[in-house]
């Protein structure tokens, strides 16, 4: 009698088990079904007017001139720091002069998108979804479409298309502040000049660099914009609903973030290649 009691219990458990799942797995796919429809509806209304010039003016100053100073101390930190890193190990082999060659590459290529883009889902992509939810669950959205108003023309698609174009100035700022930061640390130890730096550091650099670098963050910023717009429309009830969009805002875009890195950097070197 107990023995099969055990074996009910235990096969319940694992019933409940195998039901938790499939219903996570379908949720899954309809929240990745939903995401579909919303980039999708992005796409549908980004052409079609009104496009509301001033909120995205707006949004481009939120997220492009109030991301500077802060863009400006990391970049500026990074380049240094690279350069301190990566002296001794060219030094070893006798190629200290490499080094702005070396750091010209590493910056250009990888690390000023990235760190923009790192920065950007941290700040600008967490303010978006905390900002969109907070109206989301205060029915705000609501109330513009009851005042005849595209809640998601006016919100989404205008913090959406201000992230797409702020954050490859972005990239490209840091990417400058980074070399010049490098160019500090370089001066210092061997009084170079900074044509001279600057020569070495693009000597190396092609234009399939330049392009994937732009490609990168303008990927990026779309990327970190429609995840925040599209978890802010969607947040839950309640005040914890406004934290769990923020939070899901953030891990997601820097996820794919780092996944769309990968495509894109297989996908230069393969042209870089041919």
């Known amino acids: 009698m107990n023995k099969d009691l055990e074996m009910l219990k235990k096969n319940n458990h694992t019933d409940n088990h195998k039901y938790v799942f499939s219903k996570n797995i379908d949720l899954y796919f309809i929240d990745v079904y939903h995401a579909y429809k919303f980039v999708t509806r992005f796409f549908r209304e980004v052409f079609i007017p009104p496009f509301h010039l001033r909120a995205i003016i707006a949004q481009s100053y939120e997220i ?62 967490s303010s978006i979804g905390a900002e969109l939810s907070s109206m989301k669950v205060t029915e705000q959205i609501e109330a513009m479409e009851v005042s005849a108003i595209n809640p998601f023309k006016y919100l989404a698609v205008t913090r959406i298309v201000a992230a797409t174009t702020m954050i490859p100035l972005l990239a490209a700022y840091c990417i400058f502040i980074g070399l010049m ?35 990168k963050a303008t990927l990026f910023g ?50 870089r290649f041919y």
């Open 181 to 215: 930061g490098s160019y500090f640390n370089v001066h210092s130890e061997e009084t170079t000049s900074s044509i001279t730096f600057f020569q070495d550091a693009f000597s190396s650099v092609t234009f399939v660099d330049l392009f994937a670098a732009l490609a």
């Open 64 to 125: 492009g001139v109030k991301s500077l100073p802060l863009i400006t101390v990391t970049g500026f930190i990074i380049g240094i720091v690279f350069t301190k890193q990566s002296r001794p190990s060219l030094e070893n082999f006798g190629a200290a002069s490499w080094l702005p060659n070396l750091i010209g590459i590493a910056i250009i290529r990888a690390l000023g998108p990235i760190l923009t883009a790192l920065i950007c889902a941290g700040k600008v992509g």
């Open 222 to 271: 779309f990327t970190i914009g429609i995840i925040g717009c599209y978890k802010g429309f969607n947040a839950t009830k309640g005040t914890h609903g406004v934290g769990k969009a923020a939070n899901e805002t953030v891990v997601l875009s820097m996820f794919l973030v780092f996944v769309e890195e990968i495509i894109i950097v297989q996908l230069s070197n393969w042209i």
